[in-house]
């Protein structure tokens, strides 16, 4: 590992994690998972993908499902309402020239209530931080896998 950030600089650490313990207080545990699995492979980061489908499995989550979220629109392995924070997932991690579309916005709005809206929009954020630490301080030369 090229540094370990966390002990580095504490005080850029520890908002994450601040913001990782507000998701957990919002969003459905296996919600959570599916966001954390999803986000890290869009961005490629193979030590995240490691740690989060094994929680996921440890959690009790099927392994099919966690191979099928590369092609979630795709597959019959998730609910509607999973569909909804998938499809966020992916706009807000992908966050693209335009935002995140207003259809996406609409969606998520209508199916969860503000707090966990906040709560998921949280552990997206999270997320995605920690997955740029780990693919920019090449943890994946620290995955289990290795």
Not at 3 to 25: G, H, I, R, T
Request: include cysteine; hydrophobic fraction near 45%; aromatic fraction near 8%.
């Amino acid at each position: 590992m090229r540094m370990n950030l966390a002990k580095v600089a504490p005080e850029v650490y520890q908002p994450l994690l601040q913001l990782e313990s507000y998701a957990q207080q919002h969003v459905d545990p296996a919600l959570a998972h599916l966001i954390k699995v999803r986000a890290s492979i869009l961005n490629g980061c193979a030590y995240c993908v490691d740690i989060h489908t094994a929680e996921s499995i440890k959690a009790g989550e099927h392994v099919q499902r966690l191979f099928a979220l590369s092609v979630w629109r795709e597959s019959k392995f998730f609910t509607d309402t999973e569909r909804v924070v998938l499809e966020f997932t992916d706009a807000v991690t992908r966050l693209g020239e335009h935002g995140v579309p207003d259809e996406v916005w609409e969606k998520v709005a209508a199916t969860f209530e503000e707090q966990q809206v906040a709560g998921l929009l949280a552990q997206i954020i999270s997320i995605n931080a920690f997955n740029r630490i780990g693919v920019t301080m090449d943890s994946a030369t620290q995955s289990r896998l290795r």
